[in-house]
């Protein structure tokens, strides 16, 4: 299986900034996408952000302005760049891997274990 592992994740106050990171145990040219869903408490896992490898990106219209998505292939990671974060920002924020287009969680295949973000007001 593939493996997928966020990392910066965190505390901050509204209005901040927080950079994830996500690195494959695989190649990640070799995937059609990748990009990062979220869920809160008592709601269901939503959309992010998402990069379909030498296509284009795509966004989340809760986030467009605010969070960047990128990717490095030499490197097997994937990074989202969250600024002017929002107390609705907070959430567990997962890593995909897609074999396919699609904003539902049923259309990635493999999901890391999750980061934390927490934003104050």
């Known amino acids: 299986q593939v493996q997928l592992v966020e990392s910066g994740g965190g505390l901050v106050q509204a209005g901040g900034s927080l950079r994830l990171s996500c690195a494959a145990s695989?190649?990640?040219?070799?995937?059609?996408?990748m990009g990062w869903f979220r869920q809160a408490p008592g709601k269901e896992r939503e959309f992010v952000a998402a990069?379909?490898?030498?296509?284009?990106?795509y966004y989340a219209d809760s986030v467009k302005g605010r969070f960047t998505i990128s990717g490095d292939n030499a490197e097997n990671t994937v990074t989202l760049q969250m600024d002017s974060l929002k107390p609705e920002d907070t959430a567990v924020y997962y890593c995909?891997?897609?074999?396919?287009?699609?904003?539902?969680?049923?259309?990635?295949?493999?999901w890391g274990q999750g980061t934390q973000v927490t934003v104050s007001s």
């Open positions: 695989e190649r990640t040219v070799n995937f059609y996408s």
């Open positions: 990069i379909v490898w030498g296509y284009s990106k």
């Open positions: 995909v891997i897609g074999s396919g287009p699609g904003v539902q969680p049923d259309a990635y295949d493999y």
